[in-house]
């Protein structure tokens, strides 16, 4: 069923389409937080603990997008996204049991431990794709930005409950993998499964799509890029320079709290490191957990506050209160680096982060929901039948996110490799600036007047 001709969702289909989006930022969390520590307390040099999160966006380049178009295509009787959905929860199962098992192995750990963040980076891409696609393809034109925004309130749970269960059950101890990873696996579980169970999808049968393969469909993504709209190109470019500086930020803030906020070190580090450089280290990431606990509570509030009115009429517009938000971030992002040392000030980015975050994880996604919604609508008024291409669209807006992951990547690498600890804030500046020119670019956003979406809305109920 296409979004323009369904009817309005009720608020608890919404939130129940965005549940899953709880246990799925929940394991992001996790990931972000314990990956980088725990793999330098397996001996790997911090300059390489850097780099390694470039194989995310390396696989993610190819996984979201080919995930996407199949799943448009899927003539499964669970539907078009729920399949993907519950492969992509099972992969991520095995992947984070590996990961969290890999102090166990002696001096393989090390080389195991890379490969199976690798495998969790990829099952993890393989869930979001299809669960994107789902909200849009569940919800009229007129709430798409609401199913959005309320996926970003869920991630703001997400990851408030993550940094709550590293909290309760993380103090940089490898041993301590096992249990957490048990516990974010298990929510993941119960979410999905529930949002998969009770959400029914509308079967496709095999004369409505047209059957690609692989090749074919990596064919489709590559015309996808070239012939892509201006809307949608608009949407990339933000998404391109609004994850440049998310990468910077996200692999990194944990070390940078623990390293450059709190002045610690690990006893790893090859220039040596002593118990008190190490319990300001502890401290440092201690405090980054419980900073994160607050940052995603705004973020949870901020989402909701948005998401409520957009689905009662009160904002129908984004383009400002999206450059607002980026420019929150910049502003943030910059003053790191001049003001270094303070642990108040690292709690202020830490929390005050949540703003773009927030408008990151739902306005583009809405747009282009809204945009395929649109295009499906004018579609019809003109007597013609399009398949549906959410999910490439979904994959290919990741394609701008996998996109800037790699220069980010490799630039703090740079920068950490050269500059040593000082390397952090300097990378802060760059997601700073990053961050702004994604502000300015909002500007090139075109939305329909309130009246005229109205209008819309009335002659698609007639």
Known sequence: MSADTQEKASLFKVALLALPWIGVQAIWQVEFGIVTPVLEAYGLDPALSSVIWIFGPITGFFTAPIVGSLSDQSTMRLGRRRPFLLGGLLSTLIASALFSVTYLMGSAKQVVGFLAFIALDITINFMQTPLRSLGADMVPESQQSTVQLMSAFCQGLGAMLGFGLMRAMWSSEPHQMPGLFAVVMGLNVLFLGSTCYFVHEKHQTKDQVTKSSVVET?????????????????????????????????????????????????????????????????????????????????????????????????????????????????????????????????????????????????????????????????????????????????????????????????????????????????????????????????????????????????????
């Open 218 to 462: 990596l064919t489709k993504v590559i015309h996808g890029v070239k012939d892509m709209e201006r809307p949608i190109a608009v949407i990339c470019a933000i998404e391109f320079f609004s994850w440049l500086a998310l990468f910077a930020w996200w692999p990194t803030a944990s070390t940078w709290f623990s390293r450059n906020v709190y002045d610690g070190c690990q006893l790893s580090d090859k220039a040596g490191c002593t118990d008190e450089g190490f319990s300001k280290y502890t401290a440092g990431d201690n405090a980054y957990s419980e900073s994160g606990i607050y940052a995603n509570l705004l973020q949870t509030i901020f989402s909701l506050a948005l998401a409520l009115a957009m689905n009662h009429g009160i904002l129908r517009r984004v383009k400002i209160p999206y450059c607002i938000c980026l420019i929150v971030g910049a502003v943030f992002l910059i003053l790191a680096k001049i003001i270094s040392g303070s642990h108040t000030f690292g709690w202020i980015v830490a929390i005050g982060m949540a703003i773009p975050i927030s408008s990151i994880n739902s306005f583009p996604f809405a747009i282009v929901g809204k945009h395929n919604a649109e295009r499906a609508a004018a579609n019809k008024s003109d007597g013609k039948e399009e398949e549906s291409s959410v999910g490439l669209q979904m994959g290919l807006l990741n394609l701008f996110i996998c996109m800037p992951q790699l220069i980010s990547t490799f630039s703090v690498s740079g920068m950490r490799g050269s500059l040593g600890n000082e390397g952090l804030p300097w990378a802060l500046v760059m997601a700073g600036i990053s961050l702004a020119i994604a502000a300015a670019l909002t500007m090139l956003i075109r939305e329909e007047e309130p009246a005229a979406v109205s209008a819309a809305e009335a002659a698609g109920k007639a």
